[in-house]
């Protein structure tokens, strides 16, 4: 399938609700060792998935000495998205 795709497969397979872009690379190499990762490709699914609400919301932003942190939503039975970690 695309990048979006196998990024969006990573996050569900991850078991911790927070995460950061290497975790889900760690995810994406345990999944399939030969694959190729592109730092850059990664990053810009998930900004994209943040900017979208899709899976994932950003719950603190990177700096030089650490990484963005997501955090997975859940959707609910009324169609609303909320935190993983809220539950």
């Known amino acids: 399938g695309t990048k979006a795709e196998t990024v969006k497969v990573a996050i569900q397979q ?47 932003k990177g700096n030089n000495r650490q990484p963005a942190e997501f955090e997975k939503l859940t959707i609910s039975a009324n169609g609303s998205r909320e935190s993983k970690a809220a539950k």
């Open 14 to 60: 991850m078991t911790k609700p927070r995460f950061t872009q290497d975790d889900v690379q760690a995810e994406l190499k345990r999944a399939n060792p030969e694959m190729q990762i592109n730092r850059e490709r990664i990053r810009a699914v998930l900004w994209a998935l943040k900017d979208k609400e899709e899976l994932i919301k950003q719950v603190r």
